[in-house]
């Protein structure tokens, strides 16, 4: 599985951004996908994840503020963020975990993850 991420960039705090994650190979359905992003100097940490697409799970501190959608059809993943927040920048990295899968309490979690994207970049100047 290949995942290849983009939509990063450089905007003022209260912009929007919308992150696309395109996968090719296996069988996108069946994956659980997820965000997590990655500032220098700290660990990568979840931002949002779904498996079916109907339950979406996101960190308390996007809540309200990041969308993310899954299109099978298309083998995407998208993160629509609104009001942006100078702390949410960093490298924003797509990831999916393929079957068989990794308990959902464990959604996360970096190691629940098999395949990761290359990263895009999200600056969010004050």
């Known amino acids: 599985v290949q995942l290849q991420a983009s939509g990063g960039g450089l905007v003022q705090a209260g912009d929007s951004l919308r992150l696309s994650c395109a996968a090719s190979g296996g069988t996108f359905r069946r994956y659980t996908i997820a965000w997590f992003r990655q500032t220098p100097g700290k660990e990568r940490e979840f931002v949002s994840s779904?498996?079916?697409?109907?339950?979406?799970y996101y960190a308390d501190s996007v809540k309200g503020r990041f969308t993310l959608s899954r299109d099978n059809a298309k083998n995407s993943v998208y993160l629509q963020m609104n009001r942006l927040k100078p702390e949410d920048t960093g490298v924003y990295y797509c990831?999916?975990?393929?079957?068989?899968?990794?308990?959902?309490?464990?959604?996360?979690?970096?190691?629940?993850?098999?395949?990761w994207g290359q990263g895009t970049q999200v600056t969010v100047s004050s």
């Open positions: 779904t498996r079916s697409g109907d339950t979406v």
């Open positions: 990831a999916v975990d393929t079957p068989p899968l990794t308990i959902l309490s464990a959604h996360h979690y970096t190691k629940a993850y098999d395949y």
